[in-house]
């Protein structure tokens, strides 16, 4: 079992943090970046207390031959998130397509305005389980750097994009 927070500074206000997070076609060209084979927005809806959207992806997978195994080649995933616009809290659920009922993966982000500056602070905060025989810490292991390591370089990305489109 793993839990951990990040935090990034991105180099905008609050608003456009939250409009950037939420647009297609960013989000799609960020994960594009991170080496994923496949992201896909599949529903999206909005009303006066939230934002549900609906994302199937396919991260790339840098792991050892036998959680490849066991997870499968063509390993993915099914993320359901919830912005509250009232608490300015996005939270998520990832369901993967293997191993239903053994892997946990869910956590949130904020974010917060920096006081002097046109700039932000994102905090995600992530919960990872792997319940599986002999190789659960391993995954749990891999899954947490790889988590790291994208949302250090979402970071980054969306920092050099914010540049590019004052």
Not at 60 to 79: H, I, N, Q, R
Not at 98 to 108: D, P, V, Y
């Amino acid at each position: 079992m793993a839990s951990f927070t990040m935090t990034h500074d991105i180099e905008c206000d609050l608003d456009r943090f939250w409009t950037l997070f939420f647009d297609k076609e960013v989000t799609q060209a960020l994960y594009k970046h991170l080496g994923f084979p496949k992201w896909e927005l599949v529903d999206q809806k909005e009303d006066d207390k939230e934002i549900v959207r609906v994302v199937k992806a396919q991260p790339k997978l840098e792991m050892p031959g036998a959680v490849k195994k066991v997870l499968g080649e063509s390993f993915g995933y099914t993320e359901t998130g919830k912005f509250d616009k009232a608490a300015k809290k996005y939270t998520f659920d990832i369901k993967p397509s293997a191993l239903e009922g053994k892997l946990t993966n869910r956590g949130s982000v904020r974010a917060e305005a920096v006081s002097g500056g046109n700039k932000t602070k994102r905090v995600v905060e992530i919960f990872l389980e792997a319940k599986v025989f002999g190789i659960g810490g391993m995954i749990e292991s891999i899954t947490e750097k790889q988590t790291k390591d994208g949302w250090n370089e979402s970071a980054r990305y969306l920092n050099d994009w914010i540049k590019k489109h004052p």
